[in-house]
């Protein structure tokens, strides 16, 4: 079984359009997270959940927004794509909250084309 | 401000070892430096992490100075399957006034293995 899933693998959309992505981790785990990563490879974190409660949120435009209806999963919703949104967005668990010493356990990622 | 610098790209051969260095000047007292591993189209996976000296797994080893200024993920021995991206990471420690950490991650190194 995949530790962390997230689905679709592949989205092209539209600019304008509203679109979700999906993850779910059956790892136990406590912690949740969305990255971008960007075509230069550089990974962003944009959200952290525990336990379904919101502990980082950064700047990222109010146009995303994570839901979490339990602790085993955490999806992202995207209003009105730009094509600046196109990336691929990493989900991603940890056991832990304060990840000093604690593994990020990430998704096959969802590679985002905003046309 | 960026929190660790690695080199963009590394090219070897099959067989050689690999050491891939990484600065992370502003390391807090606290923080754990870990290496992660991300082949193409999938997730970056936990490969090492280490304090300081040295840290050896069935991976890599891990070569940290007593200064923590910067640390060295020695891969021996590569095969082409090792060719992929390799971050490096320490903990972001000011969280914007919350008490938990996030991880942040550089640009990575490209390690290419040739034939």
């Known amino acids: 079984d995949t530790a962390v899933s997230q689905t679709p693998k592949y989205l092209v959309t539209q600019m304008g359009n509203d679109k979700s992505i999906k993850c779910e981790q059956n790892?136990?785990?406590?912690?949740m997270y969305w990255y971008k990563q960007d075509s230069k490879k550089f990974l962003k974190i944009m959200f952290s959940?525990?336990?379904?409660?919101?502990?980082i949120n950064e700047t990222v435009p109010n146009r995303f927004s994570p839901k979490s209806p339990d602790k085993a999963h955490l999806n992202l919703h995207i209003n009105s794509l730009e094509l600046g949104d196109s990336a691929v967005y990493f989900c991603?668990?940890?056991?832990?909250?304060?990840?000093?010493?604690?593994?990020?356990?990430f998704g096959s990622g969802t590679q985002l084309s905003v046309l | 401000l960026a929190k660790t610098t690695q080199p963009i790209s590394m090219d070897s051969y099959e067989g050689q070892e690999v050491n891939i260095t990484c600065s992370h000047n502003?390391?807090?007292?606290?923080?754990?430096i870990t290496w992660y591993q991300q082949f193409p189209s999938q997730g970056p996976r936990f490969i090492i992490q280490?304090?300081?000296t040295k840290v050896t797994n069935e991976v890599a080893s891990l070569f940290i100075p007593a200064d923590r200024k910067s640390s060295t993920l020695s891969l021996p021995r590569v095969s082409l399957s090792d060719t992929a991206v390799y971050y490096c990471?320490?903990?972001?420690?000011?969280?914007?006034?919350?008490?938990?950490?996030?991880?942040?991650f550089g640009q990575g190194t490209i390690l290419t293995v040739h034939p």
């Open positions: 990471l320490v903990v972001d420690n000011n969280a914007g006034g919350t008490s938990y950490g996030k991880l942040t």
């Open positions: 502003n390391i807090a007292t606290n923080d754990y």
């Open positions: 959940y525990n336990n379904k409660e919101l502990i």
């Open positions: 280490g304090y300081k």
């Open positions: 790892l136990g785990h406590d912690t």
């Open positions: 991603a668990s940890s056991q832990v909250k304060f990840v000093t010493n604690e593994k990020l356990f």
